[in-house]
C-alpha cells in the first residue's frame, strides 16, 4: 500500500509565515505577562524575585476586588443585553424594510466610530454632569435642584456610553443574518396564518440566532476590556478590572498586580467566546433531536 | 493561472497586515524641532557638537515652551539636531527606562513624583557629576538639586489652592479651608495622581501621622470625601472642572491655575498658610545613552539661568535656578519655592502602591457614593 499524503491546501502553505509571525509576537508577550503575574517584582532597585500567587488570589478572596471582578462581567452582560434590545430592531429594520434615509441613518449610526474615545468620553461627561443639559433639562421640567439625580460616575452612565459606542457591532452581525433568511420562509409562515408577530418569533428569530449570538459576543468583550470611558466616566468608583490594570501599572508601579489583572481580563473574555457557542449547539442539537422524535 | 494570481495576492496581502501590524511604533511626534535660528539671549555657552539627541517631551504648551526656549537656542550654539519624542507620562518613561536599561533610544528625560527618585536609585540613569559637568547646576536651589543619582530639576511643580474669586464664599487661607461645609458639591479631590498623595501627606504629617503609619491622613481626607467632591484624575481634568462642572476650590498645580487666569476666568491661586507643596520635574539621563555629551550640554542649557526665566514664565512653574530674574512678570510672586515645602517622594515611594489602593478603597469610593 502506498504512504498516505497529508494534503495541505495552498493557501494554508501561503500565509503560514504571516500566521506564524503574528503567533509568535502575541503568544511571546502573553506567556511573558502571564509569568510575570506570579512573581513580586517591582521596577526600581533589584531585589530577589519570589513567586506568588497573591495577585490571583485578591480577585477571589478581597471583596473590594470580587466586587470589581462582578462589575467588569456585570458591565459586559448589561451593554450586551442593551445593545441586543435596541440593535435587533434596528437590524430587522434595515434588513427588511426599505425606506428613504436608511443609508443615511446607517451611516449616522457608524459616526460614533468616528470620533475618538477620549472625545466621545469627555461629551458624555459634559453631558450627564450635574451642571449638563440632562439636569437642566430635568429642572426644567420641575425637579428640584437638590433632587436631580447624581447621573455622571455611576455604572449606568458607563453602560450608556459604552452603547452609543457598540451598537453597530450588534446590529451589524444580526442585520447579516437575517438577511441571510430566505423571505420565501417567512412569507410562508404568513400564508399558512401565522401573524406576523408569530412569523417573526417562529421563523426569524431563531434563524437570526447566529447573529445574535456573534454581536453579544462582540459587544461582550470589547465591552469589558474597554478602558476610556470606564475611567472617564465611571471614574474610581466605578473600577473594573482594565482601570484597576491601568491604576498598578501606571500609578502604583506594581507591574505583576497589572499582568495578572490582564491575564485575568483574557480568561473572562475567553469564557465569553466559548460558553454562548458551547451554549447554542447543544441548544440546536436539543431542536434536532426533539424534531426527529415528532415534538 | 487566476487561482494562483488570487493566492499571490491573499499571501501578500496577509504578509502586508502581519508586518504593518509589528512595525515600530513611531512616537506621536518625533519629527525634528524646526528651526535653526539663533535666539540670543537665553543660550548658554553650550560647545559645538553636531549629530542628533533624542529628548522626551510632554505636549501641550510644556512642548512648546522647550522648543522656543531651549531647543532651538541649543541647536544654534551646538548644531545638534534636537529630535523630540512626546511621552505623556512618567509611569511611560519610567517603564520604557526599565526595558530598555543600558540600550536607551531616548538620551535625555523628564521625570517627577517620586519616580525620578526611584529610577536615580534603580541604577537606571547616566552617572554625571553634576557639579562639574554641567556647571549651571551650582546655580540651582537647593530643592532642584534633590536627586543627584537622576539630575537637576528644570522646574517645580508647586501646587496651591486654585479657586473661583466670583463664586468662593470666602477667601481661603488654609488647606483646611477646603473642608469647609459651605463647599459642599464644589470641591476639588484629586485622586489616582500626585496632587492627592501631596494632600495626603500634609493631612497625615499635620495629624500626627507618620511615613509607617498614615491613618490620621486618611481620617482627614475621608472629611473631604464627604463633602460630594468632585474628583478629577489628572491635573487637566480638574482645569476642566473649574470651567465645566462649578468647582470653586481645590489643590491645583501653578501652569493650570494661571493658564486658567490667563483665559479670563476669575481663578486666584494662593500658598495656604502652611505652605504649599512642591516637587521638582528632574531632568536626566538614560544609562548607556550614546549621545552623553550632548545630552549633559543639553541640560546644562536648559538650567541656565536667563533659559530658567524664560521657560519659568512660559510654562509657569517656579524656576529651578536661584539666579533665575523673573522680572515683572505678572504672575512672578507664586512661581517661587519659597512659600512651599518639598514633598519627600523618597519616603512615599516604599509605600505607593498601598497607598494607591488604600486611597481608592477609602477616599474616592466613599466621595462618589
Redo the contacts between chains.
Keep these: 500500500m502506498g504512504r498516505r499524503q497529508l494534503a495541505i491546501p ?2 494554508v502553505v ?2 503560514a ?3 506564524l ?2 503567533a509568535s ?1 502575541m503568544a511571546a508577550p502573553l506567556a511573558i505577562v502571564a509569568i510575570l503575574s506570579f512573581t513580586t517584582f517591582r ?4 531585589e530577589p524575585l519570589q513567586f506568588t500567587t497573591d495577585h490571583y488570589s485578591r480577585w477571589f478572596v478581597d471583596p ?1 476586588y470580587r466586587d470589581v471582578v462582578i462589575r467588569t462581567v456585570w458591565l459586559g452582560l448589561a451593554t450586551s443585553t442593551a445593545c441586543l434590545i435596541v440593535g435587533y430592531p434596528l437590524a430587522y429594520i434595515f434588513a427588511r424594510l426599505s425606506f428613504r434615509g436608511r443609508a443615511l441613518l446607517m451611516f449616522v449610526m457608524l459616526t460614533p466610530l468616528f470620533i475618538g474615545a477620549v472625545v466621545r468620553s ?1 461629551g458624555w ?2 453631558i450627564l ?3 449638563g443639559p440632562v439636569a437642566v433639562l430635568l429642572e426644567a421640567m420641575g425637579v428640584p435642584e437638590g433632587d436631580v439625580p447624581q447621573m455622571l ?1 455611576t455604572f449606568p452612565a458607563v453602560v450608556i456610553s459604552l452603547v452609543n459606542v457598540l451598537l453597530m457591532f450588534m446590529v451589524l452581525p444580526i442585520y447579516s443574518s437575517i438577511r441571510g433568511i430566505p423571505g420565501t420562509l417567512e412569507e410562508a409562515g404568513r400564508t399558512l396564518g401565522a401573524s406576523p408577530f408569530k412569523t417573526w418569533a417562529k421563523v426569524t428569530l431563531p434563524l437570526s440566532v447566529p447573529g445574535i449570538v456573534a454581536g453579544w459576543i462582540l459587544v461582550f468583550v470589547l465591552s469589558i476590556g474597554s478602558f476610556v470611558q470606564p ?1 472617564v466616566i465611571g ?5 473594573v478590572l482594565s482601570t484597576i490594570l491601568y ?8 507591574w505583576p ?1 497589572a499582568a495578572a489583572a490582564g491575564i485575568l481580563l483574557l480568561v473572562i473574555g475567553i469564557f465569553a467566546v466559548v460558553l454562548p457557542r458551547l451554549v447554542t449547539k447543544r441548544v440546536m442539537q436539543w431542536d434536532v433531536e426533539a424534531e426527529s422524535m415528532g415534538g | 493561472m487566476r487561482s494562483f494570481r488570487t493566492r499571490g495576492v491573499v499571501f501578500i496581502a496577509t504578509l502586508g497586515v502581519a508586518l504593518t501590524a509589528c512595525a515600530p511604533g513611531a512616537s506621536p511626534s518625533t519629527a525634528p524641532s524646526a528651526g535653526v535660528q539663533s535666539q540670543g539671549a537665553g543660550a548658554s555657552d553650550a560647545p559645538a557638537l553636531g549629530g542628533e539627541l533624542t529628548v522626551q517631551t510632554y505636549g501641550g504648551n510644556w512642548r512648546e515652551c522647550m522648543t522656543e526656549h531651549v531647543v532651538e537656542p541649543f541647536e544654534a550654539e551646538t548644531g545638534v539636531d534636537v529630535i523630540l519624542a512626546e511621552i505623556p507620562t512618567s509611569a511611560e518613561i519610567f517603564s520604557r527606562l526599565q526595558v530598555e536599561a543600558g540600550n536607551p533610544t531616548l538620551d535625555v528625560i523628564v521625570m517627577g513624583t517620586g519616580l525620578d527618585y526611584n529610577a536615580g536609585e534603580s541604577g537606571l540613569m547616566e552617572e554625571v557629576d553634576w557639579a562639574t559637568e554641567a556647571p549651571n547646576w551650582n546655580q540651582l536651589t537647593p530643592e532642584s538639586q534633590q536627586f543627584p543619582k537622576f539630575g537637576p530639576s528644570v522646574g517645580a511643580t508647586a501646587i496651591g489652592i486654585a479657586y473661583n474669586a466670583d463664586k468662593m464664599p470666602f477667601e481661603p487661607t488654609s488647606w483646611y479651608d477646603l473642608f469647609d461645609e459651605r463647599l459642599d458639591g464644589h470641591v476639588g479631590l484629586a485622586a489616582d495622581n500626585a496632587f492627592a498623595f501631596a494632600l495626603l501627606w500634609f493631612m497625615n504629617e499635620d495629624n500626627g501621622g507618620t511615613v509607617d503609619n498614615f491613618d490620621p491622613g486618611f481620617e482627614q481626607l475621608a472629611k473631604l470625601a464627604d463633602l460630594n467632591p468632585i474628583v478629577y484624575t489628572s491635573a487637566a481634568e480638574g482645569e476642566t472642572a473649574f470651567v465645566q462642572r462649578d468647582m470653586w476650590a481645590a489643590a491645583i498645580n501653578t501652569p493650570r491655575a494661571i493658564g486658567l487666569a490667563r483665559e479670563g476666568l476669575p481663578i486666584n491661586f494662593v500658598y495656604p498658610e502652611e505652605g504649599g507643596f512642591v516637587w521638582p520635574s528632574s531632568v536626566g539621563i538614560p544609562r548607556g545613552s550614546q549621545n552623553r555629551e550632548a545630552a549633559v550640554a543639553y541640560i546644562n542649557t536648559w538650567i541656565d539661568a536667563e533659559v530658567q526665566a524664560n521657560w519659568a514664565t512660559c510654562n509657569n512653574l517656579p524656576p529651578s535656578n536661584a539666579e533665575a530674574d523673573l522680572g515683572d512678570y505678572e504672575f512672578a510672586d507664586v512661581l517661587t519655592m519659597d512659600k512651599a515645602f518639598p514633598i519627600p517622594w523618597s519616603d512615599i515611594e516604599p509605600h505607593r502602591a498601598e497607598l494607591t489602593e488604600r486611597y481608592d478603597r477609602e477616599i474616592t469610593s466613599r466621595a462618589q457614593q
Design positions: 495552498g493557501w501561503q500565509i509565515p504571516a500566521m509571525l503574528i509576537l521596577p526600581g532597585p533589584a473590594y469627555l461627561v459634559m454632569d450635574r451642571t460616575y475611567r471614574g474610581p468608583s466605578q473600577h491604576r498598578d501599572f501606571s500609578f502604583s508601579l506594581d498586580a
